[in-house]
């Protein structure tokens, strides 16, 4: 319910207006230098008020790692933490008690649980995503030691794609632009829709594409435990996640065999990395064939709606079923595509490490 | 790895040409009728050689359950069940030991196991699929008794998409013609397109929607096991499966919020077997919201890639990483969707009844 | 790994000298008011230093509960929670960085992880099941709803047994001393057993039995789920526990089966809370058969070694494999019995609200 | 529930008087040379008919491996298995239909399931162990890889204990006699009082021993998952098991530290296949510390109670709650014991690869 992974697993808990939310991270390999500083960048990648794009909302997001980690490394043991909601207007939601919100989780709370925590949300605060950050960055850690590199950008904001193919030049740029968007131009247009959405009270959604490199062939377990089906399950467990689809994805649906087939062709050797015999001339799989990745680079894209809550009135109901006019207070992102690179990046990682680890099973 | 669910929980085991496929049906709830004829209609559905439009491959696909029934009833003990595999052609593939084809799994399997059955795509074989269909005729079994229905049928084959609001009226018509599409006008059109695109040697893809009525509210359990990533890993699990999307999926990403807010209204209480204090107007959500069902109708949509296997000739290379011409022999689907159709509703049976279970230690 | 249960699930972390230690209980049904008073009682009675049988040191063991509940009433979201390490003196733990000490898990720590942190004991500590205690305090509120009690005493230390049956009305001796035993005259042969071993700078082993009444017949889940073999995993997960047995347990393997089966009789039905059709007539069993309860009271017990922290010298090694003379410093139990009461208690309750859960998906 | 392990998983289905039993084997590592007579040798073992000591009853028990194995080698893929059901007689049974036996399952299945398969105890027969033991067998061929054996015997009947240290050499003795006592002169004593107990209609108890040898430290997955925590719930599932005790097990509750800790000493390095740097002089503890394997000899016990079923006449009641006089048709073990030693053996065989394969995951 609260945990992902088999065997690297992260369980989160915390409401965004509760003392603190936090996880343990269980399945760490030990021996792993713990980068303090990786960790404080990816937060601050995920975190509120970054920018005029993001909501003003200030979260400090101070992480403190409360164990599984001795004289800076990694010891094997779970990794408890926690990060405490300091700067929440709780006020804010008082009214919020008997609504529900529309397209919020308000309603479906009420009815699984007979009880919610309103304020910001409860338990279904995007604010829960920090937690995933935070394993993220420790699966990254592990993975760095394995060659393997996770990347994501917005691809797509409301009706602007960047259209461009993305080179592993363009990547450096992801983060010098607030939209992360490794096109200048393609982000500063990005961003004007944004701001323009964000004018009229109103928000807007997008897409986030990610591309997984230097993942060794083998990795993935068939029929149930697909690598694409366990990157599926943890884009979609992403809040306001809507879609997601890899290699050519709901392209190919349109496509015929012989368009989108990956020939295979000898390996030239070029890379001393890859001792592969074999590679692929195109990649229309995404990196991944019968579920297993095949050494190509792994890619998919994750569709986000836009977000719920707008700064103009909308009809809704009350707990009791009376017909309300609603308008959100507090502070809110217009585009949450954005904040949710980082995010997409983590559950890429938590994914591919936990595959890893299991891959090691394989053969006697 | 070769199960799916937690209190439901389906294992597979089979190569398409070894003696036989099947599986055990764990946590089917004690009780239940078992309706033998709905599980050979299933069978049916899912089976090759239902016409021009599928492989001229005959699998009898009979079905023998070995457990868990006794008496025409469920005993809440594991279902075993084994279908014989009969009607191969393994000598077709003996040429294929030591190729890897085009954008299938042998170069994968090979990469991980270090030794694969490389007859008829062995393990990753769309044969192991005919298990879910039987794991899902149970699953149906069980949510009859619940109200819960599952609706599937072909929405797009190509570039030939099926335009028209569906109806309950129109899901009558989806077993009437070979393409499973509710709409007969569209259906003529996509057989078409198969048929020219199979008299070129040529595959298909496509995509398969599907439609969950008589849902009650509450079921999913965040913040991992959201509903919809549940279903999007059942889904992917899918042989051939690139995308997956909910609700308005990826048309959100275009959107604005204030045009797919889902605004609650109070129930009218027109149908009495929805005592719901609240209904939403529209359905953008696709009937999950929070990751937990909202009582709507749940829909969503699996988009299918063109079967791999051409009957053309197409470049490839051998397992010692030499250029090879490849054409294959045997009997292949020009085109899945029609024969994913049954397994997309088996899939989403087997997601839904295991978070119907799992729904009820929510309270005390 | 570090998590325990399937719907009712605990997750802990922490070392001993760490910051602090805690966990996550995911699956706690919504709607049970939180007995915070039960919470503490619990806690007190597993912390050290409560008499001059349990070690010195002292432990505030202060519970911060960081979600989970609003306004007094668990919400189904899972509980966070952390217990601050305040009172810890780790520099007499400083030599024992390059000492394997007999019979601890210094040796296999350092073997599997190549890094440990040597301090008290590091993750394997006991302290490690303050966390445990927890989780068995909301298990209990819990099963408290359901008429499910479990109570657990000190039935032997060293060769000193308690030969009496234990009747209702004993058990609320139990926590009148300081042993747990709920005999007074056979506590007070073992107190002065334990002070004299103290007085040795020895430990002595011994043994706890647990009753759980009120459980309902249908729990536990046949055939790897059986509700003892839970129990023993649950037990024997506990720090120096060396034996589990229920019902007759060993005794059993003396005895002919016409003096162990327990005969079924018709239930008097001068219980009104058993509305059980037959009841048996002796409980050789211990209220479990064929691996699901019967409705009579479930008996268990539970054997601890002597506590391997010895305040007198013995011969090791350290970890370059050279012998050497060890002699512990720190503050140590001469026995763990008496604080393993409430341990095994909590461990009975994660175990038994997590079968209740799962027995309400046994039938349609 | 009927699954267990987490890397190398086994699931069983079956009834003892439906078509057939069997399993899922899943993670079988892939490259393993299969070992078919290892596999009927064990299954030998387990068989009913043996000797005059167990059950006349016939079992063929002629397991039949639908997929997994390719041209002699494992693949990596599940292993589906099947046993047929063939020497039934199920009119023994028919007047078992609404009787409740005393001390088996009968009752609780009722209560739990509402309907159970009353032939021949159903799912809750021991019928259900020959699975365990095909897995077994296939966890044995791996472990060999790993130079890791398994080797258990019957330690005690009735009130008949082998008081002999069982050496390496004696372990070849274990399979001359019918009782599978390594001591001959003991095991004829065992037998003659299985014979006596036999010609009353009743049953007796005893207790199984297992060594596990070979074992590399670092095994076991602490705090949840102990060694000795999978191999205590992997014995309490196998039927009749009341008891479990590792290492010097409930003999440890009467001790004192100093005469039970395992002392550390230099490893003097004379056997070449064990590079630890230090053992323990004795081994109390069992082979385990901390819930990790040190590299010593793993030793556990394990007690079962006498059969229930007793070939003379017993009160209980029928499913109505009435008084009745019941005795057992059919044909029945006098004693569990010798046939639970391959049991046990495949069990500890499971336990031990899993935690094999799962170990190799702890470092980076």
């Known amino acids: 319910m ?8 992260l369980t989160t808990f915390g409401e965004s207006h509760g003392a603190a ?74 009214e919020l008690r008997h609504i529900f919100r529309p397209s919020h989780a308000d309603y479906t709370y009420a009815e699984k649980y007979g009880i919610r925590d309103h304020r910001g949300g409860g338990r279904s605060s995007a604010r829960e995503t920090a937690c995933r950050v935070v394993a993220g960055a420790f699966a990254k850690m592990a993975l760095k030691h394995h060659g393997i590199r996770i ?16 080179t592993e030049e363009m990547l450096a740029n992801t983060e010098s632009n607030a939209v992360r968007c490794p096109d200048a131009e393609t982000a500063d247009r990005m961003a004007a829709l944004i701001l323009d959405v964000k004018g009229e009270g109103d928000t807007v959604g997008g897409i986030v594409e ?7 062939p083998g990795l993935g377990e068939p029929v149930f435990g697909k690598l694409h089906a366990r990157l599926a399950e943890a884009m979609m467990s992403i809040n306001a996640a809507k879609g997601f689809e890899y290699g050519d994805g709901f392209d190919m649906a349109r496509r015929k065999g012989s368009e989108v087939n990956d020939v295979f062709v000898p390996n030239n050797g070029n890379d001393s990395n890859d001792n592969r015999i074999v590679r692929t001339l195109t990649n229309h799989s995404g990196g991944i064939q019968g579920g297993i990745s095949n050494g190509e680079a792994i890619r998919f894209r994750v569709a986000f709606k836009p977000v719920a809550t707008l700064l103009q009135p909308q009809p809704t109901t009350d707990s009791e079923g009376r017909s309300i006019m609603s308008k959100a207070r507090g502070r809110h992102d217009p585009c949450v595509v954005p904040r949710a690179v980082p995010i997409v990046e983590a559950m890429a990682a938590i994914v591919m490490l936990d595959a890893l680890l299991i891959s090691r099973a394989t053969r006697i």
């Open 2 to 9: 609260n945990s992902i992974g088999k065997l690297f697993c």
């Open 151 to 166: 990347d994501a950008w917005t691809a797509q904001v409301g009706n602007i794609a960047l259209e461009r193919e993305v």
């Open 21 to 94: 939310i936090g996880g343990v991270i269980d399945g760490m390999p030990a021996g792993v230098e713990v980068d303090m500083e990786l960790l404080q960048q990816e937060m601050r990648r995920r975190r509120p008020g970054q920018s005029s794009l993001t909501t003003p909302r200030r979260e400090d997001d101070a992480v403190e790692v409360l164990s599984g980690v001795f004289e800076g490394v990694t010891t094997g043991t779970p990794i408890g933490f926690i990060i405490r909601n300091n700067n929440q207007h709780s006020n804010d939601y008082d």
């Open 210 to 216: 990610c591309r997984i490199t230097g993942c060794p």
